[in-house]
Every structure is written in C-alpha cells, then in structure tokens.
C-alpha cells in the first residue's frame, strides 16, 4: 500500500517521524513537501496529498498543519476526498471502519509522535465496513455533488 504524505512548515519534524515509521512497517510512502521550515501555506500541502489519492498515485494520503484543522479544510474542498482530522486513534479507527476516510490529518501542535503513529497505525489497521456505512457516504457524495 502507497501512502501519499505532506505537511506545511509546522509538521516538518512530525512528517518525518511519520514517514520513518510508516517505511518500517513496509509501507511505501511519497512525501510531497514541504521539506522547509519557512512559512507556507497549508492548503497547498493539502491538496497535494488529495491530487496524489484522486490520481491513484497513492492508496490513502496523511496531511499535517500545526492543528490539522485548516489542511483538513482545505483537503475537504476537494471532490472525492473525506479528510479527518483525528487527535486520539478511535476515531481514527472509526474513520476509516465507518465514513471510509481516505486522508488522515492531525496537528503538529496538538499531538505527540508517539500519539500520532498510534493514531496513523489505528487508521490503516482498519477496514471499511460498507453496507449502511455505504449508504452514508452516497448521500455525503450527493452533497457534494449539488456543489
Ligand atoms: C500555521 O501557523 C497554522 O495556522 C497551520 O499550521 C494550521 O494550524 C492551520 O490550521
């Protein structure tokens, strides 16, 4: 599986963390930047992951700013993609058993490496569960799709 993994100039030091572990579980990882601490913009980073899921360059995208709230955001405007923004692994799990997440955001400010791998290992140890979860997600596309 292909984790595609970006972050703006808060999470530098946390995506790397990230990365590193990902890498030892034998995920493949694609880091798209930013690789400086200088200030960016997070939308960017965001939508960089989101481009890479939708292109199926990559399985599922990881996307971190300072609080996770704004590249969530940003990820969210993107059609096809459900970003969540998770600081603690069971809805991290949930996220993924039940609305079928396919990018995980959360903050460099707000959570610990050692946190944040057990929330990222939490998310992709899970499955999607369908049947009425899949009834869900069609009407979230349907809200999506009226613009
Ligand atoms: C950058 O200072 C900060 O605003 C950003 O990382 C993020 O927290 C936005 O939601």
Redesign the pocket.
């Known amino acids: 599986m292909k984790i595609a993994i970006g972050n703006?100039?808060?999470?530098v030091d946390l995506r790397e963390e990230i990365t590193k572990h990902l890498r030892e579980r034998g995920f493949e990882v694609e880091e798209v930047g930013t690789f400086s601490r200088e200030?960016s913009n997070?939308p960017e980073w965001g939508e960089k992951v989101c481009r890479k899921v939708l292109a199926k360059e990559a399985d599922l995208g990881i996307a971190i700013?300072?609080?996770?709230?704004?590249?969530s955001?940003a990820c969210n405007k993107v059609k096809g993609i459900r970003a969540v923004c998770c600081s603690e692994p069971y809805s991290a799990r949930l996220s993924r058993q039940h609305n079928n997440a396919n990018v995980l955001c959360f903050?460099?400010?707000v959570v610990g490496a050692e946190l944040a791998k057990m929330i990222v290992d939490e998310w992709l140890d899970a499955e999607f569960q369908g049947g009425r979860h899949q009834t869900r997600i069609d009407m979230i596309t349907e809200i999506e799709n009226k613009g």
């Open positions: 703006d100039h808060s999470a200030s997070y700013c300072g609080t996770g709230v704004g590249i955001i903050g460099a400010r």
